[in-house]
């Protein structure tokens, strides 16, 4: 099938999802407003490509018939002319077009929640856990996307043993997701005194937060613990016990959120992160299949993978999924992560079109 008779009948499905989205029975029903919302939104910026596409394509058509039929030389010239223009453009569309129908995973448009945590390498480790935490926050700033700590975990030597928060914006999960796996960092420790470069640890975990229309949780299900906040946090810091532990019995999954002064907002976002760890146990098994799938190397289902070292003797940043290797540290840790994320996105688009997926 040609690429506009596809683009022809995402049109059509187009029509379909503008009237169902100001029906008053699909309005009153919100899991089915809000999945015919989203469609309704990815399917605009199709179209609206859809129409330029469609222009290009029937100008092209009518510069050739000019120019087959045509008896007038000066008007064959003038069709030859913008038919040079026109043909340089459509073969960019067709790329663009091509791009924009592979299947985007449902995730993608969704808000996310970050867990960094200390693996190996002891206090450099934690200190580690800090800088990624300001690289994050940095490349997170410039997109103008909202960033909330849910959980906080300080470490000995400065850094986080543990640090989560969630981030708000457009189509987050799928700029982020690859983030996800084994940092390692190779520098020589603050903490240490013989100059000697130490590789250490820390896991990037990605979540996509997940609705209540995406997962149900029963309130049977969840036992909650309150306890007194432990680390900075101003003077209501062991005062009050405002900390919220969550655990869902039925898996022992266990979220727990110290951030806040108010144990009810607290409760909010430790049963906001719950939620999205339970979505995402579902999102890994599909990746891993998708992977499997397509033979994939910047899969996001194995969060135990080393994806990205940080060598900070050379100014080195590699990420081994990709083979791609930048020597701008000092420019990524301050926020300018484009080029990685860009380079895995473009992969995986790759990827999938490799694998027949046009």
Request: hydrophobic share 35%; glycine share 6%.
């Amino acid at each position: 099938m040609s690429l506009l008779k596809k683009l022809e009948q995402i049109n059509i499905r187009y029509d379909q999802v503008s009237e169902q989205i100001v029906d008053p029975e699909i309005i009153s029903d919100m899991d089915r407003y809000v999945k015919i919302n989203r469609e309704y939104k990815e399917l605009g910026a199709i179209v609206a490509v859809y129409k330029k596409y469609k222009e290009v394509i029937e100008n092209i058509a009518s510069s050739k018939e000019i120019i087959a039929n045509e008896t007038d030389r000066e008007f064959v010239d003038m069709a030859k002319e913008e038919l040079n223009e026109l043909l340089p453009v459509k073969e960019q569309m067709d790329e663009e077009v091509k791009v924009m129908l592979i299947p985007k995973d449902e995730e993608d448009s969704k808000n996310v929640i970050i867990e960094i945590r200390a693996g190996t390498g002891g206090d450099e480790a934690s200190i580690f856990v800090g800088d990624l935490f300001k690289m994050y926050s940095r490349y997170l700033e410039k997109k103008g996307w909202k960033i909330d700590v849910t959980t906080v975990n300080e470490g000995t030597a400065g850094g986080f043993k543990e640090i989560g928060f969630s981030v708000e914006g457009e189509n987050v999960y799928g700029v982020l997701k690859f983030e996800s796996g084994v940092h390692r960092v190779q520098r020589v420790p603050q903490t240490e005194s013989q100059g000697r470069v130490h590789t250490s640890a820390v896991t990037v975990a990605v979540l996509p937060e997940a609705e209540e229309v995406d997962i149900e949780i029963r309130k049977d299900d969840i036992r909650k613990d309150t306890f007194r906040s432990s680390g900075a946090g101003g003077q209501h810091v062991n005062k009050t016990e405002s900390a919220v532990r969550l655990t869902h019995i039925p898996t022992g999954t266990v979220v727990e959120c110290q951030d806040g002064r108010s144990q009810i907002k607290n409760y909010d976002k430790a049963l906001k992160v719950l939620r999205s760890r339970l979505y995402e146990a579902e999102v890994i098994k599909k990746e891993k299949e998708r992977a499997a799938n397509r033979k994939s190397q910047i899969s996001t289902g194995d969060r135990s993978a080393k994806i990205r070292t940080y060598n900070y003797p050379q100014g080195r940043v590699t990420d081994h999924r990709i083979g791609l290797t930048l020597y701008n540290l000092d420019g990524v840790m301050t926020g300018d992560m484009n080029e990685i994320i860009d380079s895995l996105k473009i992969a995986e688009n790759a990827e999938k079109l490799t694998a027949g997926i046009e």
